[in-house]
Nanobody
Framework: QVQLVESGGGLVQAGGSLRLSCAAS????????MGWFRQAPGKEREFVAT????????YYADSVRGRFTISRDNAKNTVYLQIDSLKPEDTAVYHC????????????????WGQGTQVTVSS
């Protein structure tokens, strides 16, 4: 089992930045690829970014590429999502997830999920 806890969300003005964190505990964190997903009100969950267990490879959704940066620190069992140039359409609950394969954009391929952290962007 892997437990995931996200933090770092909040209310921010458009154009601002946030750094989300996802702290993992349980099984060996470095065994897993990590992903970030988001779900806006009334919309389906959307893939955002994923990073390989080693941290050397990343993959992004087209909608966030160039503004979002995923990274991980296996020594701290933490994955991060740096979000820059925030837009109102980035408003959503952001979830991190752990899974065995990279890259995958399918939520069903991830085994473990956090509860999420709310990001709200005002215009």
């Amino acid at each position: 089992q892997v437990q995931l806890v996200e933090s770092g969300g909040g209310l921010v003005q458009a154009g601002g930045s946030l750094r989300l964190s996802c702290a993992a505990s349980g099984r060996t964190f470095s065994d897993y690829a990590m992903g970030w997903f988001r779900q806006a009100p009334g919309k389906e969950r959307e893939f955002v970014a994923t990073i390989k267990w080693s941290g050397g490879h990343t993959y992004y959704a087209d909608s966030v590429r160039g503004r979002f940066t995923i990274s991980r620190d296996n020594a701290k069992n933490t994955v991060y999502l740096q979000i820059d140039s925030l837009k109102p359409e980035d408003t959503a609950v952001y979830h991190c997830a752990a899974g065995p394969t990279f890259p995958t954009t399918l939520g069903s391929r991830y085994n473990y999920w956090g509860q999420g952290t709310q990001v709200t962007v005002s215009s």
